[in-house]
Structure formats: C-alpha cells, structure tokens
Nanobody, 123 residues
Framework: QVQLVESGGGLMQPGGSLRLSCAAS????????IAWFRQAPGKEREGVSC????????YAADSVKGRFTMSIDNAKNALYLQMNSLKPEDTAVYYC????????WGPGKYDYWGQGTQVTVSS
C-alpha cells in the first residue's frame, strides 16, 4: 500500500520561500508518478508539479513555473517542493498524490493521497 506523508507547510510573507516534503513508501512497481496538488478554499484541486519515475522527469504547472521546483531524494524516499517568490494566491492545502500512471493534472487519476499540509501566504 502506497503511503504519503506531507510536511513543511506554514505561514510565510509574500515573496518568501517554503519547502514542502513528501515521504513516499510502499510502491510495488517501478513505473509510477508522484504529484503535488493544492486546493484553496472554494476552488477545485489543482495540479502543481509532477515526477515520473519512468524517466525521472519533473513537470510544473504554468501557474508555478519558474517559482516552484520539485526534487527527489531516493535515499530518503522523499520528494520536495521548493516554493519561491510566494504569492497570496499560493495559499492552499498542498497534497502529495501518487499512482501507477504517467504524470497528469487531473486529481481523479490518483488513488493515493497524503493528508495535506496548509500553506498560508500573507503579510
């Protein structure tokens, strides 16, 4: 059973940085993707970044491209989302999601989810 645990959220001023972590375990196949999603109050869940294990590619949504970077530490079975130049509109609960699929932005594609971590960007 795939398990995902997020950490690292918090309160940050606009223009600041935060790094989220996702501890991932339980994969039974080498071909999977792990994605970061976020959901702001009253809005749909939105894909932010994705890692594809097949070719170790990472992808970023247009809304965060150039500001957010996803990285992987195989030794620690962890993924990170480095968020720079934060804006108030980045405020959301951030989730780590995974499944045995190629990267995609539709949350319905993913069966495995973490509990989420709150990120608030405010002065």
């Amino acid at each position: 059973q795939v398990q995902l645990v997020e950490s690292g959220g918090g309160l940050m001023q606009p223009g600041g940085s935060l790094r989220l972590s996702c501890a991932a375990s339980g994969f039974t196949d080498d071909n999977y993707s792990i994605a970061w999603f976020r959901q702001a109050p009253g809005k749909e869940r939105e894909g932010v970044s994705c890692f594809a294990s097949r070719d170790r590619s990472t992808y970023a949504a247009d809304s965060v491209k150039g500001r957010f970077t996803m990285s992987i530490d195989n030794a620690k079975n962890a993924l990170y989302l480095q968020m720079n130049s934060l804006k108030p509109e980045d405020t959301a609960v951030y989730y780590c999601a995974a499944d045995y699929i190629s990267c995609g932005w539709g949350p319905g594609k993913y069966d495995y989810w973490g509990q989420g971590t709150q990120v608030t960007v405010s002065s």
